[in-house]
């Protein structure tokens, strides 16, 4: 079955940086695209970011445009979420997620703080 695991969340201070992770099994990862989203307490599951199977499409949340990046290693099976210039509105469990599936990883905890 489907299997997605995200890492690389933590404690930061607001403009930091983290990189998430995310390795995922279960399916054929070179025919999906991926898709970070991100829930804050109190609030909805939001769209953060997106990209094709093969890397060659992408696409940003406005809010996040500019200072996240998303990339995929296929050979790892393993999508990335650079974040940079973190701010405290940044905060949340950032889920990693598979076009077209409605499965999910257990989150990655983002606190930004200072």
């Known amino acids: 079955q489907v299997r997605l695991v995200e890492s690389g969340g933590g404690l930061v201070q607001p403009g930091d940086s983290l990189r998430l992770s995310c390795e995922a099994s279960g399916f054929t990862f070179t025919e999906k695209g991926m898709k970070w989203y991100r829930q804050a307490p109190g609030k909805e599951r939001e769209f953060v970011a997106t990209i094709s199977a093969h890397g060659d499409f992408m696409n940003f949340a406005a809010s996040v445009r500019g200072r996240f990046s998303i990339s995929r290693e296929n050979y790892k099976k393993t999508v990335y979420l650079q974040m940079n210039n973190l701010t405290p509105e940044d905060a949340g469990v950032y889920y990693c997620?598979?076009?077209?599936?409605?499965?999910w990883g257990p989150g990655a905890q983002v606190t930004v703080s200072s």
């Open positions: 997620g598979v076009w077209g599936l409605d499965d």
